[in-house]
């Protein structure tokens, strides 16, 4: 089962991974995602305590990146998992 944080990780790399492949600066994706800059530096290195999943998200949004969220129908009796998957993003500069 994946947990809150291991699924903030994954919305973490996401957002890294965006910044890298718009080849933004930290002050430009700041702009875009209405993080403080001193702030995405931090979650940049890993420290998301503070970060909801939904700031995240939106933060992903912000970048023009779609973000999907399914519920499935549970097939056993157990608490359900949680995933963070994305296609492959295709490398663009602004």
């Known amino acids: 089962m994946e947990t ?3 699924s903030k990780r ?3 790399f996401r957002l890294a991974k965006l910044i890298e492949i718009k080849g933004l600066s930290q002050r430009k994706a700041a702009a875009l995602t209405g993080i403080a800059q001193p702030d995405l530096s931090k979650l940049l ?3 998301f305590s503070g970060f909801s999943m ?3 998200v939106q933060a992903i949004l912000a970048l023009g990146s779609n973000v999907e969220i399914r519920a499935k129908k549970p097939t056993v009796n157990r608490r359900g998992r949680a ?4 296609e492959a993003i295709a490398k663009t500069k602004q």
Do not use: Y
Not at 83 to 86: F, G, L, P
């Open 45 to 47: 290195r890993g420290h």
């Open 83 to 86: 995933r963070v998957m994305a």
């Open 4 to 6: 809150t944080a291991s």
């Open 10 to 12: 994954s919305f973490l």
């Open 54 to 56: 939904d700031r995240l």
